[in-house]
């Protein structure tokens, strides 16, 4: 099993950015997907989560309306497009895999290895 996350990087208030996990090792289409995120100093939160098929989605209340979770099964990826990003989204992404076809905000048991997101001026 591996989640493998990229895209990461600095940017400065403001700009965008797509996070992707590749994910391969097991049954990606019928397992809900989440992004987490863990900043300096925080414990680990949900940020946005997909159901199985990508119609039903979550987001965190600090992030909707900038971010947006997407999956294509085809390709066994899941994305989170970042926009307007502010300094308080610095952390480390994790994109992890729920043994469940809905999303939920616990109950995952496979985790990618994490992309450092830095936003500053």
């Known amino acids: 099993v591996q989640l493998q996350a990229s895209g990461g990087g600095l940017a400065q208030p403001g700009d965008s950015l797509r996070l992707s996990c590749a994910a391969s090792?097991?049954?990606?289409?019928?397992?809900?997907m989440g992004w987490f995120r863990q900043g300096p100093g925080k414990e680990r939160e949900l940020v946005a989560a997909v159901n199985w098929s990508g119609g039903t989605t979550y987001y965190a209340d600090s992030v909707k309306g900038r971010f947006t979770i997407s999956r294509d099964n085809a390709k066994k990826m899941v994305y989170l497009r970042m926009n307007s990003v502010k300094p308080e989204d610095t952390a480390v992404y994790y994109c992890a895999a729920r043994p469940y076809m809905n999303w939920g905000t616990t109950g995952y048991d496979y985790w990618g290895q994490g992309t450092l997101v830095t936003v500053s001026s």
């Open positions: 090792g097991f049954t990606f289409g019928n397992r809900a």
